[in-house]
Every structure is written in C-alpha cells, then in structure tokens.
C-alpha cells in the first residue's frame, strides 16, 4: 500500500489533490501490486471449467475401461472421445476468448466513461480482436476510438466553460447599498 501513499503525496500540491492524475496513474500501477478483478474472474472461470472437463475425462476414462472387452469397440470408443475432446477443447477455448474479451471491452469502456456499457458492447467487432500473448487486446483501441466518435452521446463529455467570478462571500454589503443607491437616482427619489 506504500505505492498508494506515494502516488497521493506526488499529486497533492497546496493540500488539493490532482484526482485524475491520481486515478490515471493508480490505474497504471494496479496491475504491478495486484490481479485485476476481471483477471481474477477470467482465471477463476477457467480453473472451474477445467475441473470440470477433467472430471467429464475421468469419467470416460473409466467408461472406455468397461468397454474395452472388444479390441474393435475398444478403438471406436477412442476415436468417439478424441473428436469429443477436441469439440470440448475447442468450445472451451471460445468461452476464454469471449469472457477476455467481454472484460477488456468493459474496461476499456469504463475508462472511456461510457454511460452505457451494456448497450455500447455489442458495438464491437470481435472478429477483428486478437489477444496478444501478455492478455492485451489488438485492435481494441481502433474500434474503441471510432465508437466514441460515432456514438459521442453515449460517453460522458467534460465540462466546459468558465468558473464563476462569485465566490460565495457577500462582503460587507457595499453592493447592495449601491445597486439601491443607483436604483433611488433613476427613480428621483
């Protein structure tokens, strides 16, 4: 947590902190000190879809010992759970490429400030995204710029304009006493 303190000391000057600075660096640290929740979650659902193919395996495994009486049933089996391991390897597979890429376009549109992500992620071409070796997504910023630009209103805009000149503090009330002042010498009174 040392890592947290130093970056708050390094963006409060005069006892204001630089919240944005603080969150766009924090943001960048995280990943160092800690496993974001979505790789959290993606690891977590894919232990729990390899215990359970290991255990669908153990199963045939021990189906295919029942069976092997005859050496041609025996052969049968085996090639029946070869091309149904390799339709289990390949559907699991996909189920990994789509939760990745379901959390990196989430957060990816959370750090956009996208009001609604639920409607903004079916926006997305997957086809057209990769996964890097290193967990990061090719082509996600491309897709991610030109959405922004077509669908401005769907993310949040900054504010613009100027500060107001008041500052909350009437003073001794000299203005007041002159705009009745002003208004007295225009009627004539």
């Known amino acids: 947590m040392d890592w947290i303190l130093k970056l708050i000391e390094k963006y409060t ?31 977590s659902e894919a232990k729990k879809q390899l215990e359970t193919d290991i255990a669908e395996r153990d199963k045939q495994l021990k189906d295919l010992g029942d ?4 050496n041609e049933n025996l052969e049968n089996q085996i090639k ?29 549109l959370k750090d956009n400030k996208a009001k609604y ?23 996600l910023d491309e897709q991610m710029k030109t959405i922004k630009e077509n669908y401005k209103d769907l993310f949040e805009q900054p504010l613009k304009g100027n500060s107001p000149n008041n500052t909350g503090d009437s003073g001794n009330g000299d203005g007041l006493d002159q705009v009745a002042e002003t208004i007295r010498q225009n009627l004539g009174f």
């Open 13 to 43: 000057k005069d006892g204001k902190l630089d919240q944005e600075a603080l969150i766009k660096d924090v943001n960048k640290e995280f990943p160092k000190y800690a496993v974001p929740k979505d790789k959290y979650n993606e690891v």
């Open 67 to 70: 069976k092997a009486k005859g």
């Open 80 to 108: 029946e759970l070869q091309e149904t391991n390799k339709k289990a390897k390949e559907e699991y597979e996909a189920k990994i490429k789509n939760v990745t890429l379901d959390n990196a376009i989430k957060l990816t």
């Open 117 to 139: 992500e639920d409607l903004l992620m079916g926006k997305f071409d997957r086809e057209n995204l990769k996964i890097n070796d290193d967990g990061t997504i090719l082509g």
